[in-house]
């Protein structure tokens, strides 16, 4: 299956929102509820933040949040901190997994 | 607190087998609730999943990849393992383990591993 698209890069001031996008098909995204988000930063392992479109594990702030519309999920941050500067990569299951090229985000 | 630990050698001679251990701590690989996943980052790009293993020993692969993996389980050593055979400079990369709730998402993942492929 071919990787889920997300946008390159996209950036924010701080207190600023931004969202993310990561498309996909019917096959993954759109015929799915487990879309999963996942925070990177440099040199270190994927961190979990959103499940099943929008679930927050426990420790991650309601800054975060996660939608879906059709073969599109969303990851939105609002309240834009320095911290939350990082590559951002989406994941749906698709009998297998897929994931997005991967989203860095900048906080201005 | 489940933790994760990749292991294994981090060069590797191209048309040679990569192998990789990954060892859990914190809690029971034979938990069936879970499965247990290895994923790759080539150096300054995105991750792909590999495959994974049940503790029973079942094993789903990437398509792309099934013909070169092997992943096994020592549930009495409370480790998974990996083997990528034929291995090229396009293998090269970070290799992860992580814990993965079956079908749903991946919420612990090891450290990860560099494994550069090059004679």
């Known amino acids: 299956q071919s990787a889920l698209t997300q946008p390159r890069s996209v950036s924010g001031s701080p207190g600023q929102s931004v969202t993310i996008s990561c498309t996909g098909t019917s096959s993954d995204v759109g015929g799915y509820n487990y879309v999963s988000w996942y925070q990177q930063h440099p040199g270190k392992a994927p961190k979990l933040m959103i499940y099943d479109v929008s679930k927050r594990p426990s420790g991650v702030p309601d800054r975060f949040s996660g939608s879906k519309s059709g073969n599109t999920a969303s990851l939105t941050i609002s309240g834009l901190q320095a911290e939350d500067e990082a590559d951002y990569y989406c994941?749906?299951?698709?009998?297998?997994?897929?994931f997005g090229g991967g989203t860095k985000l900048t906080v201005l | 607190q489940v933790q994760l630990q990749e292991s294994g050698p981090g060069l590797v001679k191209p048309s040679q087998t990569l192998s990789l251990t990954c060892t859990v701590s914190g809690g029971s690989i034979s938990s069936g609730d879970y499965y247990w996943s290895w994923i790759r980052q080539p150096p300054g790009k995105g991750l792909e999943w590999i495959g994974y293993?049940?503790?029973?020993?079942?094993?789903y692969y990437n398509p792309s990849l099934k013909s070169r993996v092997t992943i096994s389980v020592d549930t009495s050593k409370n480790q998974f393992s990996l083997k990528l055979s034929s291995v090229t400079a396009a293998d090269t990369a970070v290799y992860y383990c992580?814990?993965?709730?079956?079908?749903?998402?991946?919420?612990?993942w090891g450290q990860g591993t560099l494994v550069t492929v090059s004679s």
């Open positions: 992580a814990r993965e709730l079956g079908g749903d998402y991946f919420d612990y």
């Open positions: 293993i049940y503790y029973s020993g079942s094993t």
């Open positions: 994941c749906s299951y698709a009998g297998s997994w897929v």
